[in-house]
């Protein structure tokens, strides 16, 4: 088999301007700290047993598994902010649930909502919630601006 159950994970966020959405988003990855890498977007579960690690640096043209929200904006002025929050169970034979937003508004408010889709989520799979960790990132955009936050899954 190809693919490795996680075993650890970490938190990032960032932001930037840009020429284009595109080197918004590209510099937003980079003041994260997973520039220079290849981001897979996956979808959002934390496997059973997964522990939190710092940030770490991989060598450039890493493939990275990452569950994130991001947004860009050309409209100067603008508050954008992108969230992502963590529930993880009580049991730990289960796996938790990642949750992405990303939206026009303060850091507060989608961080919020964030949270309570995690913990929604984790009603919907009928599983108590030990906790929930989130992490965001807000920017008001000059020219054209993106907001980044992710959860990085690694071995």
């Not at 009928?126 to 008001?140: F, L, V, W």
Request: include cysteine; aromatic fraction near 8%; proline fraction near 6%.
């Amino acid at each position: 088999m190809i693919y490795k159950i996680p075993k650890t994970y970490f938190l990032v966020s960032g932001v930037s301007e840009g020429y284009t959405p595109l080197n918004a988003f590209d510099g937003a990855i980079l003041n994260a700290g997973i520039g220079n890498t290849n981001l897979i977007k996956i979808s959002s579960i934390i496997p059973p047993h997964c522990k939190e690690i710092q940030p770490i640096t991989f060598p450039q043209g890493t493939i990275v598994p990452t569950a994130y929200a991001s947004i860009s904006s050309d409209i100067p002025g603008e508050i954008i902010s992108a969230a992502v929050a963590i529930a993880l169970p009580k049991d730990d034979e289960q796996s938790g649930l990642i949750m992405e937003y990303s939206a026009r508004g303060r850091r507060k408010e989608i961080e919020l909502i964030a949270k309570n889709m995690a913990s929604e989520g984790m009603k919907i799979r009928q599983q108590e919630t030990k906790e929930i960790k989130p992490i965001s990132a807000e920017y008001k955009v000059k020219k054209i601006g993106a907001a980044f936050a992710a959860v990085i899954l690694w071995e």
